[in-house]
């Protein structure tokens, strides 16, 4: 990452003891959570100031702290960042062109209100299968709130079956990273792997998607967003023409394609340096792989959608201005989470339970829970718990390796709180307050967590 130049890069010192760290974190996660629900700060500058304060708690000298929030801010608008602007432009043009309407039409008239939310979760669960959280989030994000704003039912009904299927398939199914570090550092097998977690994630979505939405739309109601209006909904004329229903899954589709090529090819032929490879890896990059449809609907939606160049370039700048306060917002939940990283809580919890004599699936989804929580970071809490566990896991049988590996993704994704990236990605796209989002998103990552362990748990016992 490239810093400011006027910022010079201030090592970053070992922080206070294990105590001081643990208090800072709580002290810390309270203190946003006070400013932005009893003070009414903006959760962007709620944030940084937390952030910078559970540093300088946690023993950080103050210009580490900064330099620490600055590392994580850069970082995540460099990954996250980028992907949000590029999926907001995918979107407008999906929208304005037509294409999301042709989806939508498809999607509510061959539904009934009762299995909309099932289909929800299969399309979160096939689009997440290949893609990262935030990719699949982006792309799925306009046909979320176009099919709550026509279907009429509620806008968290639709989007937490949806919301289920991307989080279960990044935690649980390789090839997402988590799941695939896990599986070279315990020397897993990634077939035995992928099989036992599509397995155990079929049922998760189900009850933590379609199943929980009913449940959490009652607890929490919130207009459906301004985001992503047609041009019949803004008063301008229905779109004289429409890109086809094949031509717009395949533009929605393309980046999958691309990364799922990618992911083939990687598994495959690993270390290979091949043409093929190398082509394939760069076209699957998250960034390039969505890059790529955001072009493909540039030409291909603007032209299906009679859209002129003036029109693509309108839709284009139109979709930015909406997601600045998300891009900020996102950026310093990243910045939080980098600050509780580098104070080494992660390191304390996990040698904490390091020497437990529990079983050692529970300790695995244990340990990645508790990093989980402290550092707001799925793939850091994979990361971490494998590599504690890499000893254990060398005397087991290949089974219950692969079964380790997703009780541990299982547990990176317990309680998804303000120190998560995408907790405030969720929060800002569907318009909800920190307690709503608690009370929907955070319960439905519970939930993920909990009945992936129950299944790992009970497969270990059949099998």
Known sequence: MILPCAAPVVPIEPAGSDL?????????????????????????????????????????????????????????????????GFGAMFGKLL????????IVDSLVTRSSARTLPWTMALIGGLIGLPMFFEVGL??????IILVARRSGLSLIRIAIPALAGLSVMHGLVPPHPGPLVA??????????TLAIGVLIAIPTVIIAGPIFSKYASRW??????ALFLTNEE?????????????????????????????????????????PLNATLDFL????????????????????????DRSAVAKSLSDSLPPIAGILLIVGA?????????????????????????????????????????????????????????????????????????????AGSLFLSHVNDAGFWLVKEYLGTTVGQNLKTWTVMECLISVVGLAGVLLLNIVI
């Not at 929208?95 to 042709?102: F, I, M, N």
């Not at 982006?138 to 046909?143: E, K, Q, S």
């Not at 699957?284 to 449809?293: N, Y």
């Open 20 to 84: 001081q760290l643990i208090i800072a974190a709580l002290v810390g996660v309270a203190v946003i959570i006070l400013l932005i629900t009893w003070l009414k700060v903006h959760p962007f500058l709620a944030l940084s100031i937390g952030a910078v304060g559970v540093g300088v708690g946690a023993g950080l000298a103050p210009a580490a702290a900064v330099t620490s929030f600055s590392t994580g801010f850069g970082s995540t608008m460099a990954g996250v960042g980028i992907l949000v």
């Open 95 to 102: 929208a304005d062109s037509g294409g999301a309407d042709r």
């Open 138 to 143: 982006v792309l799925l994000i306009p046909v």
């Open 183 to 192: 599986v070279t550092t315990l020397d897993a097998n990634l077939g035995l």
């Open 220 to 225: 929490v109601s919130v207009p459906v967003p």
């Open 234 to 274: 803004q008063g301008l004329g229905e779109n004289a023409r429409r890109p086809s229903f094949l031509i717009t899954i395949s533009g929605i589709l393309l980046p999958v394609v691309l990364m799922l090529a990618r992911s083939i090819a990687d598994a495959t032929n690993p270390g290979s340096t091949s």
């Open 284 to 307: 699957g990059t998250p960034m390039i792989a969505l890059g790529i449809a955001v072009i493909y609907a540039m030409i291909v939606f603007g032209r299906g959608g009679g859209m």
């Open 333 to 409: 939940g990243g910045g939080f989470k980098q600050v509780l990283i580098d104070t080494g809580i992660g390191t304390v919890i996990a040698d904490a339970v390091a020497g437990s004599s529990i079983s050692v699936l529970l300790l695995a989804w244990f340990v990645a829970a508790l990093i989980r929580v402290a550092t707001g970071s799925a793939t850091v809490a994979t990361v971490t718990a494998a590599g504690i566990l890499a000893p254990v896991a060398a005397s087991l049988g290949g089974t219950d390796v692969s079964l380790m590996v997703l009780a541990i993704g």
